[in-house]
């Protein structure tokens, strides 16, 4: 059911080059060096794409520790 549940997130529209899905309406929120390297059409407008929504799969009984990692509490201190 899981694997159905993949294919009903819509497409969404992505800057073309982007490494994390940049929105092409927000480039306040472009990752670093993702102006200077754009690509822009006949018309001056971004270049974008439509990809797949991206998703993750994980177990329903994954604790939060296992899923993020646990903190170095001792390294934040000394940091």
Do not use: C, F
Request: hydrophobic fraction near 35%.
């Amino acid at each position: 059911m899981a694997r159905g549940l993949n294919a009903i997130p819509t497409p969404i529209e992505v800057v073309t080059g982007s490494i994390s899905n940049a929105d092409p309406a927000k480039p306040e929120e472009w990752e670093d060096g993702l102006a200077d390297r754009v690509e822009y059409d006949s018309s001056g407008n971004v270049k974008t794409e439509v990809v797949r929504s991206p998703s993750v799969q994980i177990p329903l009984n994954v604790t939060e520790d296992r899923l993020i990692g646990s903190i170095e509490v001792e390294e934040s201190v000394k940091s």
